[in-house]
């Protein structure tokens, strides 16, 4: 048996996926679970940890707050996590890696900036640009924009860093119970905890929570997807301004065009509300909370989800919007002001201009900080 499936196994966990594949995969999965309930975003369930640790502390009262292994957020965030967990294990890629003392105050301060600029836009680079411009909601645009700005400021600052201030991120980081290839368990470790997030929707099911058990799994399918491609949104804002490399960046455009063709199949033909995503952040939120995202994610190394996924492997780096609907800008569904067609149009033709940008800055090295 081992013999038969050696060559399938090697195919999944042996080499790395080819971005472009990870990119249709990730829409796909996004797609469907849009059909089953609702999109993903990684801050909406990491607000929800937070919720509940200080909930539990004493900190804030919240009567309403559901916990964690019952909020559809914090779900499919955890089944990224263990996905992630079980794909590295699987291809021997597992590590606890500590990194340097300064690369950890960074990651610090860079998730308290993904933290207040995920709460003006309403959503992370996942659920605030990706998922919210494949709604056709025009705060995702806003957003991009804002992701754009914040990665270009933010590599200036880590090349100004590296040549005047370089004993702020120097330091040895330490590498612990890396697989040996020739001998390695992990691999064994891994099918277990599989085998375990396969088995625990049917115990979510037996004790009624159906749904929640398919959030995980969703997750589950993210984080495996994402550990074994590498496919990273953070890269494909930030590689363009620092290598010059746009691989990242044309997968994330094709993932968003796809996306957005089945969001709008599921909105057009009302089996999904119009609304539904439509974020009222069309305007300074959008622009704010994306400069602020792009800083810290770019600083940080990762976004939320990126974090949430590495962490999985290993890597140890890793406001409320209440009162502010209506000051952060307004809730725009583009097919209403542009009609369907020129809805869809309009993602496409901005989605190819990225992906030609990065291209032509690829090849010319015109704004790479490394070329």
């Known amino acids: 048996m081992a013999r038969l499936f050696s060559p399938q196994y090697r195919l999944v966990f042996g080499q790395a996926w080819p971005v472009w594949a990870a990119a249709l995969l990730v829409a796909t999965v996004n797609v469907f679970l849009f059909a089953f309930d609702r999109p993903w975003t990684a801050s909406d369930g990491m607000r929800n940890w937070g919720d509940w640790v200080l909930t539990g502390v004493g900190i804030v009262r919240r009567p309403d707050l559901v916990p964690p292994w019952l909020y559809s957020g914090s779900l499919l965030n955890l089944g990224v996590l263990f996905g992630g967990l079980a794909a590295a294990l699987l291809s021997r890629e597992f590590a606890v890696r500590v990194p340097p003392r300064g690369e950890l ?37 806003g957003m991009m924009l804002g992701l754009g700005v914040g990665a270009f400021l933010a590599i200036r600052y880590l090349m100004w860093e590296v040549a005047h201030r370089p004993a702020w991120s120097t330091g040895r980081g330490r590498v612990l119970a890396a697989a040996r290839r020739e001998n390695s368990r992990q691999p064994a470790a891994g099918v277990l905890i599989l085998a375990a997030l396969v088995l625990l929707p049917f115990l979510y099911a037996r004790t009624g929570y159906v749904a929640q058990g398919i959030f995980l799994l969703f997750g589950v399918a993210f984080g495996m997807i994402f550990q074994r491609s590498r496919f990273c949104l953070v890269r494909a804002f930030r590689e363009p301004f620092l290598t010059g490399n ?56 990762g976004c939320g989800a990126g974090s949430i996924w590495r962490a999985g492997e290993g890597q140890l780096k890793g406001l409320t919007a209440a009162g502010l609907t209506g000051k952060l800008g307004a809730a725009v569904f583009l097919p209403s002001a542009l009609g369907w067609g020129g809805a869809l149009v309009l993602v496409i033709v901005v989605m190819a201009a990225w992906a030609a940008a990065a291209t032509w800055n690829e090849e010319s090295g015109r704004f790479s900080a490394l070329q």
Not at 274 to 279: I, Q, T
């Open 105 to 141: 105050v960074k990651g610090g301060l860079g998730g308290l900036l993904m933290g207040a600029g995920a709460m003006l836009a309403l959503g992370c680079n996942i659920g605030g640009f990706f998922s919210a411009t494949s709604a056709l909601s025009l705060s995702g645009f």
């Open 246 to 301: 746009a691989e990242h960046t044309r997968a994330a455009a094709l993932a968003l065009i796809v996306c957005t063709l089945g969001f709008a199949i599921l909105k057009f033909t009302d089996l999904k509300d119009k609304s539904e995503w439509v974020f009222p952040s069309a305007g300074a939120g959008a622009l704010m909370g994306g400069l602020l995202f792009g800083i810290g994610m770019t600083v940080a190394g």
